[in-house]
């Protein structure tokens, strides 16, 4: 009786064994089979979590450099941020010609030289008194556009006749206050190598240190009394040589000794002038026309303290 209960249960645990090993078995294959699903997912996986993250990288860094970019863009233009303003803007456009101490003999012109001394005075004065300079471009986008520099004033500085001591005295004042200026130059006397006006070389220079240069006719005329083909070729000519020679589009012109007419309006305004500068005092406003801007002549009696009272409005 023991021999077939012992041989039972040497079966049994045979059977037992082999169902243990058959459990064992399925585990096995059940884990291999969720370990490859898991392997295969996570492989079919990690193409895109590397693309996904060198995407980002690629907008970061593209988004980063735009940062960059603009940042420069905006110190360039020295981050002015222009406000529209509710009342039409007056602009004073100061009238300078020489900057020099008088020689007695030059008394006939006393009339139009300042001496450098007075002319700091107001460069000082206007600095203090918060002043902006306009470049011929921004005087543009004030007038027309009714916009001021936030918390600033503005003004823009003008000089006629492309005078030798712009370069030699105005320029160094200028330069130590930051403050920029327009010289509007007659380019036959540039081109003729006179002594008392300066030279080509002198313009570019100051121009690439933030000055800027307008136009002041070939000669000089009266354009008033000139024919309509004189006035022509005398803006035409003089634009052409400042557009070329200093890789520019000339946007203004001073009539020379503030003569002009009607005519000499429209001939500038067909050949591409956007603004025209007289001698009739005042402040510049859009309603005058901007062919026909009013100036503030600077006196050599002209004290920092009368230069604020006259601008101010
Ligand atoms: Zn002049």
């Known amino acids: 009786m023991t021999q077939p209960t012992q041989r039972r249960s040497v079966a049994n645990k045979a059977r037992k064994k082999r169902d243990a090993l058959l459990l064992l ?4 294959l059940i884990l291999i089979i969720t370990g490859g699903l898991f392997l295969w997912k996570e492989y079919r996986a990690q193409p895109n979590q590397a693309s996904t993250p060198k995407i980002s990288q690629v907008s970061q860094s593209t ?32 009238m300078y010609h020489a900057i020099h101490d008088m020689a007695p003999s030059e008394a006939a012109n006393a009339g139009l030289i300042v001496s450098p001394a007075t002319f700091e005075s107001h460069l000082k004065a206007l600095k203090e008194a918060g002043y902006y300079t306009l470049s011929p471009d921004e005087a543009y986008k ?24 712009f370069y030699t005295q105005a ?9 920029k200026a327009t010289n509007n130059v007659i380019t036959g006397f540039v081109q003729a190598g006179r002594e008392d006006i300066l030279t080509l070389e002198e313009i570019k220079e100051m121009k690439q240190n933030g000055m800027s240069f307008e136009d002041h006719t070939v000669n000089h005329p009266d354009l008033s009394v000139s024919s309509p083909d004189a006035q022509n070729s005398e803006l035409q000519d003089s634009k052409q040589f400042l557009d070329s020679n200093l890789s520019q589009t000339t ?15 429209q001939i500038a ?3 591409g002038y956007k603004m025209g500068l007289t001698t009739n005092n005042g402040l510049a406003s859009l309603s005058d026309g901007l062919l026909s801007l009013n100036r503030v002549r600077v006196n050599p009696t002209t004290t920092a303290q009368s230069l604020l009272d006259e601008i101010r409005n």
């Open 25 to 28: 078995n399925l585990v096995l």
């Open 63 to 94: 988004s980063s450099k735009e940062a960059k970019d603009s940042s420069s863009t905006s110190k360039a233009k020295e981050n002015i941020k222009w406000v529209k303003q509710d009342q039409p803007i007056k602009l004073p456009i100061l």
């Open 142 to 165: 004030a007038l027309t556009e009714n916009v001021l520099p936030e918390n600033k004033k503005i003004i823009w500085l003008t000089f006629d006749d492309s005078l030798k001591d």
């Open 171 to 179: 320029y160094p004042i200028l330069q130590k206050y930051q403050m």
């Open 251 to 265: 946007t203004t012109v001073a009539y020379p000794s503030g003569r002009y007419s009607e005519t000499t309006m």
């Open 269 to 271: 305004e067909k050949l």
